[in-house]
């Protein structure tokens, strides 16, 4: 038999004021236990603490990332743990010098949190928010029963204003899309976006309280288009292939690598000017970019995607005694047509099957599996306003934008089309998804059944909260414990963004009907607030 897995790995990135290829000193992370949940808390002493030496993933003129690899066994109960960085000091005084995260009893799950859209669109009066109150919501909570992880599905971060007040703005200007697809994306460029990039989740990643957040508990992270810029994926192939979005792409990657899976990023990302084979030299300079070395949780694409010339990273972990998720990966591979390859799904439910099978015969089966997407999977359709946006009526109306500006808010600023397109063609329920969706749906009902495992699905990306279902016809009569169609798909409002206008909330809940994915599975959405109607 397989025993239970009795430590969690996880890891803590910090980075550091300049660099460069030459390494000087190295970190040190020391750790100790504090003891369990609930328990006094005697002085520590300098033998009590383990020393951790860091990892040097990255290193330019600028700033140097450092990992530190932390391993903390599992007890009878819930225990919690400390560190710090002994001479260092955080640019934030808001930080506390002294971070503790909690692990789980051997016996029990992880108490988790999930969240989405954690950033403000372009354009939203950040003032009137009030700063970021579900933030502070979640460290309350998090005081009275510590989270052991937070799963973020999408959206950590929002980089879209590259195009409003960064190095992409001249580009954005250029109002002949022929033009603008034809720009180059020059090593300056790339040099000037990287830089914004870096900027802005510096900024981000240091702000209260979701920094305070990420010194304490653990996060598990996949990607979405704000990550990288507004609709990135989803537009047409022919704009989508162009120099600057194949340059963004890469250059966003690099940094959701560094900041959300503290992992060595690519030696080097797409310029137009560099037509080589292997790293970019012009990239290099006085720079160190460490070896990747993916750990055993990520479950890595066969192939490079269409526009981030990278392969996908999927996630397996498991969560405590009873749960493990899959995480996956629906924004590298993503275009207007597809949101992973065929192959990555046999990738996935391989690893899923392998795991699940492993944990039940170490006679610790997993009962719980969380699947983590980026976009709601049970949802209402809009295929009537696909279909108007598509329609030959728009035509006069874009020719009217681009001549005299009229109804220019209703196009996007990148490949002209209808700027609500690219939302929709997100959407696992848009029409260009339906046979991927019902066989990703289908491919989960499976492994539920074969491994008597209740699935639940977590998406965001819409902002408005909801609760999906999917669910055996009911002409089968079959109890809900013992369904294993019955997945349940928790949509989460965005942890920070604006919500919608009340009227799409009210138009998304009238659309909301029993839909039929086959013969044996209906699905829906459950009601759980009251419509508002105005006067």
Known sequence: MVPFPLAIPTSVLIVLNGGGKEQKSVPTLSLRRVGALGEAVAEPTESQAKQIPGIRLYSDPRNTFWRFDISVPMEPAEIQYAYELPGLRFSNPEKPQVNRFSIPAAGESMRLMFHSCNGFSVGTDEEAYSGTPLWKDVMRKHEAAPFHVMLGGGDQIYNDGIRVSGPLRP??????????????????????????????????????????????????????????????????????????????????????????????????TYTSDFRGEGADPAQLVDTFVAEQAPGSQYIIGAKPGPYVAERSFNIYARLGARMAMLGIDARTERTRHQVNYPETYKLLYQRVRDELQAAADSEQPIDHLILLLGIPIAYPRLTWLENILRSPIIGPIKFLSRRFGIGGGLFNHFDGSVDLLDDLDDHYTAKTHKVERRELIEGMQQIAAEFNVR?????????????????????????????????????????????????????????????????????????????????
Not at 473 to 481: G, T
Not at 503 to 512: D, E, M, P, T
Request: charged share 20%.
């Open 455 to 535: 699935v639940t699905m977590l998406g965001g990306d819409v902002h408005l909260a909801a609760l999906g279902r999917f669910y055996s016809n009911p002409k089968l009569k079959i109890p809900v414990e013992e369904d294993s169609r019955y997945m349940v798909n928790v949509v989460s409002s965005a942890i920070v963004n604006k919500p919608p206008p009340q009227a799409v909330a009210n138009l998304l809940a009238r659309r909301n009907k029993i839909h039929h994915l086959n013969k044996e599975t209906d699905e829906t959405l459950l009601d759980l607030f009251d419509l508002v109607t105005s006067p």
């Open 171 to 268: 580009w954005t200007d250029i109002s002949n899309p022929k033009k603008r697809r034809d720009f180059p994306f020059s090593e300056k460029l790339r040099a000037e976006c990287d830089d914004y990039y870096l900027k802005n989740y510096l900024r981000w990643y240091n702000t209260a309280p979701f920094a305070i957040a990420n010194g304490q508990i653990p996060q598990v992270n996949i990607w979405d288009d704000h990550d990288i810029i507004d609709g990135f994926g989803s537009y047409v192939n022919d704009f989508m292939t162009c120099d600057v979005f194949r340059g963004i792409g890469g250059t966003a990657h690099k940094y959701y690598m560094l900041f959300q899976h503290h992992m060595a990023p690519p030696v080097s």
